[in-house]
């Protein structure tokens, strides 16, 4: 449960390497355990170097990186997890847990307590959710706040010394670094019990625990009978605890509710002290995989001081929120297009607000524009070639609802315009944007859904 190096890097397109290492941290003696765990299949840390460069090939985010490589963009190879194998000096370094927020690449490689050939099933790696969490630790302190350069540098240059405390040794203890931040700054009291090293304070005052769920429902929908439409669940569960004491000891249970579906790929954070196993072996990932966990899901922790996240997982529905149709023909610089929208009735008709992006790639400006809708109205943003359809915050009684249109694009003009190498001609998309939320007390305070209600 430990990290063999951290690295960030600023992605700068246009720049000759196509990015900087803005900050990077090795562990030696979590590299001499990995050797030893690994044998004949270690790959050691390369130089920030061939890393960067080998991360920003993988990731796509090199600018003359145009052709088509099999062993990484053929559909076989398809990325669900974050986590990648990196090409460096005839080896693979494996596995590298990656992502990019914000034009800045958070990168690490877990240790992986066992040979790497072949690769083990990610959920028995317990360094990689660790992985996870510290990056978004790390994310979050960044961007807390404000995010001008000039302080985002100056925590940059914090790190090195926040990292000592959180996470020392390559094992990490706190992913919220501002609590490290303040015990540096934190005058030194007497406690009558031990103060553990992530946990800078005690609470005084009315015990609360505030819980939030954010669900998104991501769903892809071809109308083709030969392309199977896709969907599925990404959770997050968000806790934030005012109890009193040094270690109060949490458990959270949640139930799915009636015919839901189980939640899988659970991740937690450092601070669970246990789990059921059951809870940690159903995959999404294994097509093979056919366990199922109902429930109810028990999380014993011992909480920090700030909000958390207790854990992530995704999960499967029985059919997409929304039902979509969309058609587009092209007539010179004309495009007619036709969308319907139907909401699934085992949906709640009651959103904060719902509304449908329509996006025109390699063309120029939208110059004009017939519409008719048959519920909410259609704004349109003629230099970034966009139309948003603003449906509201329910739909009419028959659930159904349909737009259609020409749309006139001016000549391209010298600045830049949308621009997408699969949007060509006559292929292009629609993507819909709902959230919808409601309150409850204690069991949930609070409870959002992203983009798609799920129930």
């Known amino acids: 449960m430990a990290q063999r190096a951290v690295w960030l890097i600023s ?7 196509g990015g900087t290492v803005r900050f990077s941290r090795r562990y030696p003696t979590v590299e001499k355990r ?3 765990f690994n044998g004949a299949s270690y790959m050691p840390i390369p130089e920030d170097g061939p890393f960067m460069k080998a991360l920003l090939f993988e990731l796509r985010l090199l600018d003359d990186d145009k052709d088509f490589i099999e062993s990484r963009d ?13 090409l460096i000096g005839g080896g693979e370094l494996w ?7 914000n034009n800045m690449i958070y990168a690490c490689v877990p240790l992986v307590e066992q040979t790497l050939s072949p690769h083990p099933p990610l959920i028995s790696i317990s360094g990689i959710s660790q992985g996870f969490e510290l990056l978004f630790g790390i994310q979050d302190f960044l961007y807390l706040g404000q995010k001008h350069d000039t302080e985002i540098n100056t925590k940059l240059n914090q790190l090195p010394d926040l990292l000592l405390q959180a996470c020392p040794f390559g094992t990490l203890l706190d992913a919220n670094l501002q609590n490290s931040l303040d015990s540096i700054n934190f005058a030194s009291v007497t406690h009558p019990q031990k103060q553990p090293a992530w946990k800078v304070g005690t609470y005084k005052g009315k015990p609360q625990v505030s819980i939030s769920i954010t669900e998104k429902v991501k769903s ?9 439409d896709t969907w ?36 937690v954070h450092p601070c669970v002290t246990s789990l059921d196993s059951a809870i940690l072996t159903s995959s999404s990932i294994d097509a093979m995989d056919d366990s199922a966990f109902s429930g109810p899901y028990k999380f014993p922790f011992t909480p920090p001081l700030e909000s958390f996240n207790l854990c992530y997982y995704t999960s499967q529905v029985p059919v997409p929120p929304i039902l979509g149709f969309y058609q587009m023909k092209e007539e010179e610089i004309k495009v007619k297009i036709t969308v319907n929208l139907k909401l699934h009735e085992s949906v709640k008709n009651n959103f904060e607000f719902c509304e449908a992006h329509i996006p025109f790639y390699n063309r120029g400006p939208i110059t ?5 809708v048959s519920f909410g109205q259609l704004e349109v943003f003629r230099e970034k070639s966009l139309l948003i359809w603003i449906i509201g915050q329910k739909f009419p009684k028959s659930m159904e609802i349909s737009l259609s249109g020409t749309v006139t694009f001016g000549a391209k003009s010298h600045e830049k315009q949308p621009f997408d ?35």
């Not at 596995?95 to 927020?101: D, N, Y």
């Not at 892809?220 to 199977?228: L, N, P, T």
């Not at 806790?239 to 839901?260: A, F, Q, R």
Request: overall charge neutral; hydrophobic content about 35%; glycine content about 6%.
């Open 34 to 36: 990995a050797k030893v």
């Open 95 to 101: 596995p590298v847990v990656a992502f990019l927020k």
């Open 232 to 267: 599925q669940v990404v959770g997050a569960v968000t806790c934030k605890c005012d109890l009193e004491g040094i270690m109060p000891n949490v458990t959270i249970s949640l139930s799915l509710p009636t015919n839901g579906s189980p939640l899988q790929d659970i991740l």
């Open 368 to 372: 004009h524009v017939e519409s008719k």
């Open 421 to 455: 190498e699969i949007c060509i001609g006559g292929t292009a998309y629609l993507k819909d944007s709902t959230l919808c939320q409601f309150r409850s007390y204690w069991k949930y305070q609070e409870r959002d859904f992203g983009k798609f209600p799920r129930d």
């Open 220 to 228: 892809m929908q071809y109308d083709k009978q030969d392309i199977a």
């Open 11 to 17: 992605h700068e397109p246009g720049a000759p390497l």
């Open 74 to 86: 053929s559909c076989s190879h398809i990325n669900k997890t974050s986590v990648y194998g990196l």
